[in-house]
């Protein structure tokens, strides 16, 4: 299983404020993604990444971008969160395999206020 | 438009009984299919998963049934336990997209009664 961390687990913050959300793995993953997910909802795709310089918008249109600079950090930024932003963010990673399996992060909640 | 269901919100089951969670698919290119188990404020935990080449997939007390034909899954835990009482995620994958990205379903909250 992958060891794969997020920071922080929760925030709660103003209108307007700039934040970033932390994942990183320590297994060397190629793969990784940020996925949103509200309760009673599916997980929703935001972006995705290959490799180092690789990013992808995913499925659902986010506000938020992704940097990836080093194969084991996959930073999310929101310049100016808004209350439409509360939700529960998140990160997953996976081997460059066919069929793979993505294993997750434990998540950040965002509360916008 | 969903392509993955889960249509049944939630299930009760009494421990050591059978739990049997379902999902359909409506892209005929999925044929890769996983199962998560999520409990609250914490991330997905991958449990299970099937290629379309298989009808079945056996770990331990988990098995995934596929019937492609249908286009249906099906998750059994068998016996259940209180501290399988979670929020299990369907997901399935496309060969026409690389397998590069996964598809869920809504979820279905189990809850094992003692």
């Known amino acids: 299983e992958a060891d794969i961390y997020q920071t922080p687990r929760y925030l709660v913050i103003g209108t307007g404020k700039k934040i970033t959300l932390e994942c990183s793995q320590t297994m060397g993953h190629d793969k990784m993604y940020w996925y949103q997910q509200d309760p009673g909802m599916e997980l929703h795709l935001i972006h995705y990444?290959?490799?180092?310089?690789?990013?992808e918008k995913g499925d659902l249109s986010s506000e938020s971008t992704v940097s990836r600079i080093r194969t084991e950090h996959f930073p999310l930024t929101l310049e100016s969160a808004r209350p439409s932003h509360t939700s529960q963010y998140l990160c997953a990673s996976s081997e460059q395999v066919l069929r793979e399996t993505q294993y997750f992060g434990p998540g950040t909640r965002l509360l916008v206020l | 438009d969903q392509q993955v269901k889960q249509n049944s919100p939630s299930l009760s089951v009494q421990e050591g009984r059978i739990s049997i969670l379902n999902c359909d698919y409506t892209?005929?290119?999925?044929?890769?299919f996983l199962w998560y188990k999520k409990y609250p404020a914490e991330g997905p935990t991958f449990l299970i998963s099937?290629?379309?080449?298989?009808d079945k997939n056996e770990d331990g007390r988990f098995t995934v049934f596929l019937n492609k034909s249908a286009k249906h899954l099906s998750l059994h835990i068998v016996p259940s336990q209180p501290g399988d009482s979670a929020v299990y995620f369907c997901a399935a994958s496309a060969r026409d997209s690389g397998y590069s990205t996964l598809t869920f379903g809504k979820g279905t909250m189990l809850l094992v009664s003692p």
């Open positions: 990444s290959y490799g180092v310089n690789s990013t």
């Open positions: 892209n005929s290119m999925f044929d890769y």
């Open positions: 099937i290629s379309s080449i298989k």
